[in-house]
């Protein structure tokens, strides 16, 4: 069955609320869409969304990649050779983890509904998931209010964005802590912006007041693996290791060094699901679990992410809240309060006729 045409086209997606990091404050996506069009009339879908400050590729980079080694990659290539050409993708150009995201989850979804069958089936399992809602990083009053706001809102689990302005860290978290029950889990993200020291000395404090902290994603800067160790070697708390892992390669240094008790996977840093079988694999392998994550990205792309997820055993945790930032309206991921519901339609779930 032939791949017989490849399109790429390119849309932005305005936020309702600024969604804020310590690394940056965005108010839309802009998100690039490829499809697999099969002989036979099947399409499958992929999308991509374009991080400056993370993964270093932009719309343009995305939609270069695509167009260009992607495309040459797949163009007449038959799907029946699947596993070949997902690893055709990987290899035909350097970098470009966010074009070759969306170009593995497109063949993905067409194989799958080649096969007729819906992704989480062709992987696996369909265990059921929730995801964690996000506070972005503020003053501690607006984010005490934002945490009380989602937890009415029926989310047992809460992402608090800190590492912006550091010495606000514990006067953020104890003024969330006061604002909501003793029972809801908090896990923290401070995107880089601890220095190693300060982190331990900001956690043990953490620890001492009972904060009742689940995990900690990305303390330290990304390439400083001997901080996140050292990090990880003097806090109780578990690490989770983010901007510091995109490839199974990155993983492996992770895993077998030790540097983190715990591993981010986002289809935009690792290049797609192949890759992100390939590091909950051998994480699973170190008994180290997983959480399934997002940037801002369109609902197809966390959609892919969550039949992913729903599928591996080794993915424990979900931070698949960024559909919910935005003002269009989810497509292939039915949200009800904290848990996510699938497409039982074949792949990832059904494309819109304007789309053929
Ligand atoms: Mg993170």
Request: charge should be negative.
């Amino acid at each position: 069955m032939l791949i017989e045409d490849i399109k790429v086209s390119y849309r932005e997606i305005p936020l309702h609320t600024p969604f804020k990091t310590a690394l940056r404050t965005a108010t839309e996506i802009e998100s690039i869409t490829v499809t697999i069009h099969l002989a036979n009339g099947v399409i499958g879908k992929g999308e991509a969304a374009p991080t400056w400050v993370i993964t270093g590729d932009s719309a343009q980079s995305i939609q270069a990649a695509l167009e260009g080694p992607i495309k040459t990659a797949l163009f007449h290539q038959d799907i029946r050779h699947f596993q070949t050409l997902l690893t055709a993708i990987q290899n035909s150009c350097v970098g470009n983890t966010s074009a070759k995201a969306a170009a593995d989850m497109a063949l993905y979804d067409a194989y799958s509904k080649w096969l007729a069958i819906p992704l989480y089936q062709l992987l696996g399992d369909h265990q059921p998931i929730y995801t964690s809602m996000t506070v972005g990083v503020d003053d501690p009053a607006k984010m005490a209010d934002d945490a009380k706001k989602w937890v009415e809102a029926g989310y047992s689990r809460l992402k608090i964005k800190v590492g912006a302005k550091p010495e606000l860290d514990i006067t953020r978290i104890t003024a969330i802590r006061e604002a909501i029950p003793a029972d809801v889990l908090l896990r923290l993200d401070a995107n880089q912006g601890w220095q190693p020291k300060q982190a331990v000395q900001l956690i043990q404090k953490m620890e001492k007041i009972g904060a009742g902290i689940e995990f900690i994603e990305q303390p330290v800067k990304a390439k400083d693996l001997d901080g996140l160790k050292f990090v990880t070697d003097h806090v109780q708390t578990p690490i989770m290791a983010d901007e510091s892992v995109f490839s199974p390669q990155d993983a492996f240094t992770i895993v077998s060094g030790h540097y983190a008790d715990l591993l981010n996977i986002k289809l935009m840093k690792c290049g797609g699901i192949q890759n992100a079988l390939s590091i909950a694999n051998l994480a699973m392998v170190h008994r180290m679990p997983c959480m399934i994550g997002s940037m801002m990205e369109s609902s197809f792309s966390v959609g892919a992410a969550a039949h992913f997820a729903s599928a591996h055993p080794n993915v424990i945790y979900y931070d698949l809240d960024a559909p919910l930032w935005l003002i269009e309206e989810a497509e292939v991921i039915d949200y009800q309060g904290e848990k996510l519901y699938l497409s039982s339609s074949a792949g990832i779930g059904a494309v819109n006729e304007s789309e053929k």
